[in-house]
């Protein structure tokens, strides 16, 4: 039985493959940059809304590790759009989350 491993090619017209690295790499530094700025900030507040953000980032940059493996072959594309897209949810949950503590603990602080 012979192991299947799909690869895009980097080279070729059709691929797009070094235009897709390059993208996933770009996308990589930046996510690991918001990532470790939102680290320094909850290290700094301490509160659950940035720590809500930092696992928001993490995964984020969680995404770009989805990407680049799926471009090594060590994801099929079926499991690189599952992956991607619960990654996606888990964001979103994640952002929401933090807006809505930190709406609800500042109305409970501050007399309105």
């Known amino acids: ?6 690869t895009i090619p980097l080279i070729g017209p059709a691929s797009m493959g070094l235009v897709t690295v390059v993208a996933v790499t770009i996308a ?21 809304p940035y720590l809500l953000l930092v696992a928001a980032f993490a995964a984020l940059l969680a995404r ?8 090594s072959g060590l994801l099929s594309p079926t499991a690189h759009h ?30 309105s």
Request: proline share 2%; no cysteine.
């Open 64 to 71: 770009s590790a989805v990407a680049a493996a799926t471009l």
């Open 28 to 48: 990589a530094l930046g996510a690991a940059t918001l990532f470790g700025l939102a680290l320094a900030a909850f290290v700094r507040r301490r509160s659950r």
């Open 82 to 111: 599952v992956l991607e897209h619960g990654l996606d949810a888990v964001l979103v949950a994640l952002v929401v989350a933090a807006v809505y503590y930190a709406r609800t603990v500042r109305r409970e602080v501050s007399p």
């Open 1 to 6: 039985m012979a192991l299947h491993v799909h």
